[in-house]
């Protein structure tokens, strides 16, 4: 397709064509693909990921409960009701509904009981640790336990721990930790993020989604400095940045299957590449992307991070440099 001719598209199923099929009935409230499809799923990884944004699609509706009525025995209808009940107090928490407190208690009420009846599956300690950002002020004990290394911070460690055992290095558990630090500090320095991050992907083994991890907090930074504002492209082409860059292209992308792997992962990697001016290397993660983009990164390059549409200028600028280049080095 030529580039003038191609348009950026945004889908949380991103490749994953059994899950779009499964969004699809989910949004009419037909539950019976989720289940065959949840069914079918063989790792964790992939099981969390679907989790997810199924949850985030049957949290405005009745499919789940529907689906634990005819179905009461079933370990992915729990799990799915965790995810809901989660995704619901998460919302209201964004929106300070005046419910917030009771759907929390619902959503950890919910996790508790998945985590008994399927002991090991990571989704309900992952969907604690996604509660625990809620806990604004660490009141609770779970959420202010002593850090397993210097320069971090009390917190979840223990649920992290327990998500960690079942799935070691899931990506979503150390991304809803990172979430737990913003909520810890909103608005504050960002040196807990950046040592956080530092100390998860230097762990990580080749092919894990934690080596893309610094990748969020530059962009972070980036967004809270106003970067855009700035005109702080050198904050790309620093040697910090492109180390954090081609570690991510070496040890994560080159080993795996990028049509398995998150689109918010892949955008990241495509967009610090590109800032760091390695437009071939770029152009790899672009083909690999297909049609696929989340606005973020790319919205926050923009002169206006609220309209997305810019965010779309800024993603085919970038790709179309960097598959020129790609296709040059070829």
């Known amino acids: 397709m030529a580039q003038d001719q191609f348009r950026p598209v945004y889908h949380p199923a991103g490749q994953d064509n059994e899950l779009r099929t499964a969004m699809q009935d989910l949004r009419t409230g037909r539950w019976l693909s989720m289940r065959n499809l949840l069914n079918s799923t063989a790792s964790w990884g992939v099981w969390t990921q679907r989790t997810q944004v199924l949850a985030a699609v049957a949290a405005g509706s009745d499919a789940v409960q529907a689906w634990r009525a005819e179905e ?6 729990n799990v ?83 998500a960690h055992k079942r799935d070691p290095y899931n990506r979503e558990a150390y991304h809803r930790m990172l979430q737990f630090v ?3 500090r909103p608005g504050g320095h960002l040196s807990e993020a950046v040592n956080f991050v ?21 962009v972070e930074r980036y967004r809270r400095d106003r970067g855009h504002e700035r005109a702080l492209d050198l904050h790309w082409v620093t040697e910090d940045a492109t180390r954090e860059a081609m570690i991510a292209l070496e040890g994560w992308f080159d080993h795996i299957d990028p049509a398995e792997a998150s689109l918010l992962d892949l ?57 020129a280049a790609a296709r040059g080095a070829g």
């Not at 530092?198 to 907090?217: D, E, I, N, R, T």
């Not at 990241?268 to 083909?287: K, N, T």
Request: proline share 10%.
């Open 72 to 77: 009461p025995a079933s370990l992915a209808a």
């Open 80 to 162: 799915m009701q965790c995810r809901v009940s989660v995704e619901r107090a998460l919302r209201a928490h964004r929106e300070n509904h005046p419910q917030t407190q009771q759907l929390w208690h619902e959503a950890w009420e919910a996790c508790r009981i998945a985590a008994h009846h399927g002991p090991d599956d990571p989704v309900p300690w992952v969907c604690l640790l996604a509660l625990a950002q809620l806990d604004e002020k660490q009141r609770l004990d779970e959420h202010r336990q002593v850090p397993p290394g210097p320069m971090l911070f009390p917190g979840p460690w223990g649920l992290l721990a327990e």
């Open 182 to 184: 913003y909520a810890r």
């Open 198 to 218: 530092q100390w998860a992907a230097s762990a990580a083994p080749a092919g894990s989604a934690l080596l893309a991890l610094p990748l969020h907090v530059r």
């Open 267 to 323: 955008n990241h990697l495509a967009h610090a590449l590109w800032g760091a001016g390695r437009f071939a290397e770029a152009g790899r993660v672009f083909e690999s992307l297909g049609p696929y983009f989340t606005a973020p990164p790319w919205l926050y390059r923009s002169q206006n991070p609220d309209d997305p549409a810019l965010a779309e200028e800024v993603f085919l600028r970038a790709r179309g440099r960097c598959l």
